[in-house]
């Protein structure tokens, strides 16, 4: 385990995306960069933060990652303001064809949420099974769509995150990096708080590994 967590230490030094090399653990990693209804985010995080807290909607660190019993990429970004105050979670999940080797580049993966399908009190980890079951018992479609929620964050009590609000559009990978192992990719989505009254207009940028088997 030690030697595993050296060779990963030593991996983010010399080829993680959008690296500043300073002190090893001080290394800053940007995975993704989105402008929300004009406001610039981002998901960077220093190997410091990373081996210090997890924080994510689902159980593990990685970015994005295949699911082991089903065909479904999840996706999760933390997003911060300029001053680095933690605003946002953008997560989901995206299904992909049997034999399919995820992420196809320059396909568009289709991003909607049926309007009957209600998010509210679902636990965030299982948004995405939810959603693809479903899709598998209530809609004919033989491709059945992604799904990606925006929501805000607080940072007073854990208790106090706001219902997701689920998004449309597309999520595209453009790029694959034989040497770091690094997906590149952009999206365009959208979406309506009908509380708040407000729709939300998202574009941005991804880099990650995408993990297998958890």
Known sequence: MKLRILCILAFLAFAAPGCEKNNILDIKTTYCMATING??????TTVREELARRG???AIKERIFIGKNNN????????????????????G????????????LNKE????????????????????????EFQTKETSSMYPSGILVL?????????????PHSLSGIVRFTEFNQTNKIYSGNFVLQ????????????????????????
């Not at 299904?95 to 992420?103: K, L, S, V, Y």
């Not at 805000?152 to 706001?162: A, G, L, P, Q, V």
């Not at 708080?193 to 880099?207: A, M, N, P, T």
């Open 109 to 132: 993966y289709r991003i909607y949420c049926h309007p009957n399908f209600d998010i509210t009190g679902r636990e965030e980890e299982n948004i995405a099974d939810d959603y693809l």
């Open 191 to 214: 979406g309506n708080d009908d509380i708040e009254g407000k729709h939300y207009r998202i574009e941005g940028e991804l880099k990650s590994t995408v993990a297998q088997g958890f």
């Open 39 to 44: 406001q610039e985010y981002k998901d960077a």
């Open 72 to 91: 479904l990429a999840y996706i999760q970004f933390k997003l911060s303001d300029a001053n680095g105050k933690m605003c946002y979670y953008l997560f």
């Open 93 to 104: 999940g995206i299904p992909f064809a049997d034999g399919e080797n995820f992420p196809v």
């Open 151 to 163: 929501k805000k964050y607080s940072d007073i009590t854990s208790s106090s995150y706001e219902t």
């Open 56 to 58: 994510y909607p689902f």
